[in-house]
């Protein structure tokens, strides 16, 4: 193997590396802020857990945040929750900081 190879292949496994720490980093953000949302939305209990997975599989239904996002703001909306796009998008922001400390920390 040249020393080329080597380099190359280093690089694939920390593309690799990198991608998972950002799904994991999603996925726990995501998780974060359901369990904020659900508090907002009035939810206790078992129903914050089902409301936070409910949003994580929010992630899967399009690139990118907006379908995160969209599915909070609906929710808001619906049950007339008192936030600013800014404010859920600010919390979006917050909480991914939060997820990636906790990675970070867990190794």
């Not at 209990?45 to 936070?52: I, S």
């Not at 049950?79 to 920390?105: G, N, P, Y």
Request: proline share 1%.
């Amino acid at each position: 193997m040249t020393t080329f190879d080597k380099r190359e292949e280093g690089l694939e496994k920390k593309f690799a590396h990198d991608e998972e720490l950002q799904f994991k980093a999603n996925a726990r953000r995501n998780k974060l802020l359901g369990l904020w949302a659900a508090e907002k939305l009035g939810m206790t209990g078992p129903a914050t857990d089902t409301y936070a997975k409910e949003v994580v599989m929010a992630d899967f239904e399009e690139a990118g945040d907006n379908d995160v996002f969209k599915k909070i703001r609906n929710d808001f909306d619906a049950k007339k929750v008192a936030a600013t796009d800014a404010e859920i998008r600010r919390a979006m922001d917050e909480f991914m900081a939060q997820a990636i400390a906790q990675i970070k920390a867990t190794g």
